[in-house]
C-alpha cells in the first residue's frame, strides 16, 4: 500500500471565476452547515456566490475566503479541492482524539499537514499490527 504523508498544505484558492463551484460554510464547530454554491461575480475584493437551487446570496472578501468580521465563527467559502482538505485533516485530527493523541503546538506534528501525516502513520502501523 502507498503511504503518502508528503505536506501539501491547504490548497489555494487560485483565480475565483464566474460559474466556479465552492461550497459556504456557517456557524461554528458541530453547528457549521456546508451549502454548495456558485460563483456569480468576481472583483478585486469581493466574491459573491449564491446557493445551488435557492437565490440565497453571499458576498465574502477574496483574500480571507471568509465575510470579513474577524470575530468569532465567521461565514466563509471553500473550493471542492480546499473543502476535501478541510475534511481530510479534520478526520485526521478526530482519529488522534480517539488515539488518546495529544499533539502539542510546538510538535512536528502540529498543524493540520502534520496530524494528516501522523494519522496516516499510525493507521499503516495499526495495519501490520491485528
Known amino acids: 500500500m502507498d503511504l503518502d504523508v508528503s505536506p501539501t498544505g ?9 460559474g466556479d463551484e465552492v461550497f459556504v460554510r456557517e456557524g461554528g464547530g458541530r453547528h457549521t452547515t456546508t451549502t454548495a454554491a456558485r460563483i456569480t461575480a468576481v472583483g478585486r475584493v469581493w466574491v459573491t456566490m449564491q446557493a445551488v437551487g435557492s437565490g ?18 465567521s461565514t466563509n467559502f471553500a473550493t471542492p479541492e480546499q ?13 488522534l482524539r480517539d ?19 501522523l ?12
Not at 56 to 73: F, K, T
Request: hydrophobic share 30%.
Open 56 to 73: 440565497r446570496e453571499w458576498r465574502l472578501r477574496r483574500d480571507s475566503q471568509n465575510d470579513g468580521r474577524g470575530i468569532g465563527y
Open 99 to 117: 488515539q488518546g493523541i495529544e499533539v502539542r503546538y510546538h510538535s512536528p506534528w502540529s498543524g493540520n499537514d502534520g496530524a494528516i501525516a
Open 10 to 18: 491547504r490548497p489555494p484558492l487560485g483565480k475565483p471565476e464566474v
Open 119 to 130: 494519522a496516516a502513520l499510525l493507521r499503516k502501523a495499526d495495519e501490520g499490527n491485528p
Open 83 to 95: 473543502l476535501a482538505y478541510d475534511k481530510k485533516a479534520s478526520a485526521a485530527h478526530a482519529y
